[in-house]
């Protein structure tokens, strides 16, 4: 092999490694914030540990910052010996909670879900309420979106807490605060459709109460939507 054909063999190495490795960036960006958060519920339901929503109706009118919230999956958390933890809404203005999931989330109101900048924007800071769909006790369609990203290199940046949707059956709960009143809702139905089935986030004639989740599925990808429906719960 001559000096030109060793070079010309290290420089295609190179690249050859390159891609591979960046291949393999690709694939974790997009499945690490999925697999943290299969691994800490797993982790929770093999020590038992569960959740409950504060039995509150009203709360006061108090954000409290996240990071100084015992957030589920924290190592302290996982570490402790308790075993039931009580979900408190991070701002009761709006907020939603998942006690299955251990989920507390704040909740971004009237996000365009057209807008792309708008609702990237939006998921960096919690769930998206799709500008135009109702609030809890009203009539209609409540509207609530996290998208698993638009791009895999973006996966990792975006809001992970509808990555668990699919772990909800009927009959679980959902919370949601909303001007520091609760509302509490009950799952009837979860179903996969096509990116293009926009129906309950167009549909405004409804005189029925229905909360609506939605998520991109796979996690990382476009090519499906998961939706959860809930119905006010009858307590």
């Known amino acids: ?49 569960r959740y409950l929503v504060t039995e509150e109706t009203e709360l006061a009118q108090v954000y ?20 039931v933890y009580t979900l408190v809404p991070i701002d009761p203005l709006l907020s939603i909670l998942i006690p299955k ?9 009237n996000v365009d879900p057209e807008n792309r900048e708008e609702y990237q924007k939006a998921l960096l800071q919690g769930v998206a309420h ?15 979106f996290a998208h698993s990203a638009d791009n895999w290199w973006n ?42 089935a926009v129906s309950l986030l167009t549909d405004s004639r409804s005189t029925e109460q229905k909360l609506i ?3 991109c599925w796979p996690p990382g990808t476009t090519w499906k939507r998961l939706f959860i429906v809930a119905k006010p719960k009858k307590i």
């Open 1 to 49: 092999m001559t000096s030109r054909d060793k070079i010309q063999f290290l420089i295609f190495r190179s690249i050859g490694n390159f891609l591979l490795l960046l291949s393999l960036y690709g694939v974790y960006a997009t499945f690490s914030p999925v697999m943290s958060q299969e691994i800490r519920v797993r982790i929770e339901r093999m020590r038992g540990i």
């Open 64 to 83: 409290i910052p996240k990071e100084e919230m015992r957030t589920p999956g924290a190592l302290s958390t996982l570490l402790s010996d308790e075993k």
């Open 101 to 109: 999931i251990g989920a507390s989330e704040r909740i971004i109101p």
């Open 130 to 144: 799709a500008k135009g769909t109702v609030f809890p006790g009203m009539p209609g369609n409540t509207y609530l």
């Open 155 to 196: 996966a990792g940046r975006y809001n992970a807490v509808f990555y668990l949707l699919k772990d909800l059956e009927k009959g679980d709960d959902i919370v949601i605060f909303f001007e520091n009143r609760r509302y509490n809702y009950e799952v009837s139905e979860k179903y996969l459709a096509n990116p293009d």
């Open 213 to 215: 989740l939605q998520t």
